[in-house]
């Protein structure tokens, strides 16, 4: 690791990232992952859900900083932390599955709970949103198509996406930014409701 880039801040690694460093953002995930990674496998406790949720956090970390979302407001890994809790939610409702409750004060349970069962209107608006979806990954060009298929589909953690398409994991990583951005383009452009 570059001893000069470890040395800046937060917002300093951020702005070099969004400047085309993509060493920036290694510094970053070096500096927060074990923080990041502690805190969802002690919610989830299954090391390949807390795999999948670390990922698509700093997925999810990627792509806001360089769509320019990203405002700097020195609260970068409070920032971090609330999207990979966010994602442990998501997790457990998509499953239908009640995680184990934390001991913690600042834990609101209330949050945490999927209160009432997905009625057979949402279940078929989500099978119609799963149908465009695949629809749409088909029109990808194929490194991107072959990057989702991967992930969302294998199961793939990036990686294993990586090793098994012969790029970096920042590779792996871009190509899934792209792919997501001409999703939302081609749903546009097809004038199919989903969200990425």
Known sequence: MDKKLSKLTDNELIQGYRDGNSDCFEVLL???????????????KDKEIADD??????????????SGVYKDENKFIHWVMRIAHNLI??????????????NRPDFDV??????????????????QTSANIRKLVRMLPPEQRRVVILRHYGKCDFKDIAARTGVSINTALGRMRYAIINLRRLAQENNMHIEL
Do not use: C, W
Not at 111 to 119: G, H, Y
């Open 89 to 102: 939610v998501d997790h457990y409702r998509r499953g239908n599955k009640m995680p184990m409750v934390p």
């Open 110 to 127: 209330v949050q945490n709970l999927k209160l009432q069962d997905e009625d057979v209107e949402h279940r078929i608006i989500r099978q």
């Open 30 to 44: 070096a500096r927060y992952q074990a923080k990041v990674y502690g805190y969802i496998f002690s919610v989830v």
């Open 53 to 66: 949720v670390f990922q698509d956090t700093f997925l999810k970390v990627i792509v806001t900083i360089n």
